[in-house]
């Protein structure tokens, strides 16, 4: 019998994009493309209602919303698709998209949702050919601090004042302004520290609804957001006993920090890396109290679900469910977070 070895579902959907997934089945050029969506007919249960199935392409998850009623991510698609069970639709994905699991396992440094399994089948030069994926070595190279600065950035820009209701003292403080020059000329420049406090990056984000086929953010190019945590910097310095807040946006972080809690911590999206857990690791004790705080919808729910479960490994975990859908962190009121910081008490 052939030796066994691991697939880590984590990784496998890590790899993979639901974009690719519908080239793979030959249905891209079905779905109308939006600012972060794919919008087309549901190919689950094939339906043909151009607006029944939708992707979110930054988080990377999918719902239908007529018969199936369902949504999920990369592997829960295959799986409908293939009607197959995961593990199954996960050697598929390894298959098409000639994935080496062992090198994913390796660059998470972990087992996650690892399951026993057959060796996936060698990929044949078509799903070789058929898209490409970014080398697992890539993804662990850390990120170098830079060597600038952005100045001269617009702090009173209308969108940050009066759009997202920041206060002068909450821009100066987190160093973020419209910029009118350079690679993040048009946007709000927004500066990325490591736990030392120095700046690794500068995000952009466009001031704004932006206009068709224009992403809400954009990153420089090789940056990996994925081995940093927002205000990681300030967060650390504050005391032992209050909880850590992990929330998935830059202005979620930014609103809780103005609330005047400043324990908080931004995952740039709705999952958590590897990297980004031993970061919490490195800086909480085994009785340290963790919130994690995502947004309340589809990905938010799928994510808060996996970090809680990393998380309660080594300390003391609650997750924060909004009472309305679509609620996210930056909604709260002063009273509302108070609420939920002193309920862990």
């Known amino acids: 019998m052939a030796k066994t070895a ?20 030959g249905i891209l050029d079905k779905f109308k493309r939006g600012t972060d ?44 698709m293939e ?38 089948p060698k990929p044949t030069p078509k799903s070789a050919t058929r898209t490409t ?32 209701g920041l206060s002068l003292e909450t821009i100066v403080d987190f160093g973020i302004g419209f910029c009118s020059k350079g690679m993040m000329a048009g946007h709000i420049a927004i500066p990325i520290h490591n736990a030392k406090g120095e700046v690794m990056a ?6 704004g609804e932006p206009p068709e086929a224009t992403p809400k953010y954009k990153l420089p190019p090789g940056f990996r957001k994925s081995q940093e945590l927002f205000n ?28 005047g809690y400043r324990k908080v911590v ?23 109290h963790i919130i994690v705080m995502l947004d309340e919808n589809e990905a938010g729910i799928i994510g808060r679900e996996d970090i809680a479960c990393r998380l309660s490994k080594f300390c003391f975990v609650r997750v924060h ?7 996210e962190p930056e909604h709260l009121s002063d009273d509302e977070l108070a609420d939920i910081v002193d309920g862990i008490a």
């Open 6 to 25: 691991f697939v880590d579902f984590k990784a496998v959907k890590a790899a993979i994009t639901m974009e690719q997934v519908l080239e793979h089945y």
């Open 37 to 80: 969506s794919l919008n087309g007919p549901c190919p689950i249960h094939k339906g043909s209602n151009p607006t029944q199935f939708r992707v979110s392409i930054s988080k990377n998850i999918w719902n239908c919303f007529s018969e199936c009623k369902h949504g999920g991510n990369v592997l829960d698609f295959i799986e409908k």
């Open 83 to 120: 009607n197959v069970s995961i593990h199954a639709a996960a050697l598929k994905a390894i298959e098409w998209f000639n994935l080496n699991p062992a090198e994913m396992a390796a660059d998470r440094g972990e087992t996650g949702e690892a399951e026993e399994a057959t060796p996936a």
């Open 133 to 164: 994926t970014t080398a697992p070595a890539e993804k662990n190279v850390p990120n170098a601090p830079l060597k600038f600065r952005l100045d001269k950035l617009e702090r009173e820009h209308p969108y940050l004042t009066q759009e997202r």
């Open 202 to 207: 500068y995000a952009g984000r466009f001031p």
């Open 232 to 259: 990681i910097d300030r967060a650390i310095k504050e005391p032992d006993d209050k909880p850590l807040l992990i929330v998935e946006g830059f202005f979620d972080c930014m609103k809780i920090h103005q609330h």
């Open 266 to 288: 931004a995952l740039m999206g709705s999952t958590m890396s590897a990297v980004q857990e031993e970061l919490i690791r490195q800086h909480t004790k085994h009785d340290s």
């Open 321 to 327: 469910q909004f009472p309305r859908p679509d609620m």
